[in-house]
T-cell receptor, first 114, second 109 residues
């Protein structure tokens, strides 16, 4: 089954404690991205990756890092989380289906930073 | 001003009603217009995809794009309780998607 997986699904942590949210896709897609979703603000792109070792900033990259060492994995790293990073995070990968590009989203990671 | 504006709702309708969901946008460069459906505790899933202006129909769903007015709509006919979800519009001029904030829809049995 084609899917995007994220772990953990829920995480409560404290300010300053480094964390990593993993993302993996099994569709051999080149393009992957991370979003955060906040009430009233919708989904905002944090970082994206066009391929292995190619990453770039989205709209809200401050406080986040990413890496793309393998095609299937695109982890999101918070080196020193702060309470304003409390949010719902989605990983997505983009592939072509029926002649059009389609984004496939993971199930989300709800992060709380105390 | 946000690039994409969407009424957050909630929109509550009885089962069988016709639902109209709308977004406005400011960037005339947008060419691809999408509607995503997001159930509670789930990631968004693509519902409809339209390129440029015009209508597209898929079962009970119809997507409309009016580029001259910078206005897109999603119509749901014969709405069902299973349609209760948040609907997000999204627009794309390259690989980047700009999302609306989503409209929460509740279809009452």
């Amino acid at each position: 089954e084609a899917q995007v997986t994220q772990n953990p699904r829920y995480l409560i942590t404290v300010t300053g404690k480094k964390l990593t949210v993993t993302c993996s896709q099994n569709m051999n897609h080149e393009y992957m991205s991370w979003y955060r979703q906040d009430p009233g603000l919708g989904l905002r792109q944090i970082y994206y990756s066009m391929n292995v070792e190619v990453t770039d900033k989205g709209d809200v990259p401050e406080g986040y890092k990413v890496s793309r060492k393998e095609k299937r994995n695109f982890p999101l790293i918070l080196e020193s989380p702060s309470p304003n990073q409390t949010s719902l995070y989605f990983c997505a990968s983009t592939g072509t289906s029926g002649g059009t590009d389609t984004q496939y989203f993971g199930p989300g990671t709800r992060l709380t930073v105390l | 001003q946000k690039e994409v504006e969407q009424d957050p709702g909630p929109l509550s309708v009885p089962e069988g009603a016709i639902v109209s969901l709308n977004c406005t946008y400011s960037n005339s460069a947008f060419q691809y217009f999408m509607w995503y459906r997001q159930y509670s505790r789930k990631g968004p899933e693509l519902l409809m995809y339209t390129y440029s202006s015009g209508n597209k129909e898929d079962g009970r769903f119809t997507a409309q794009v009016d580029k001259s007015s910078k206005y897109i709509s999603l119509f749901i006919r014969d709405s069902q309780p299973s349609d209760s979800a948040t609907y997000l519009c999204a627009m794309d001029s390259s690989y980047k998607l700009i999302f609306g904030s989503g409209t929460r829809l509740l279809v009452r049995p």
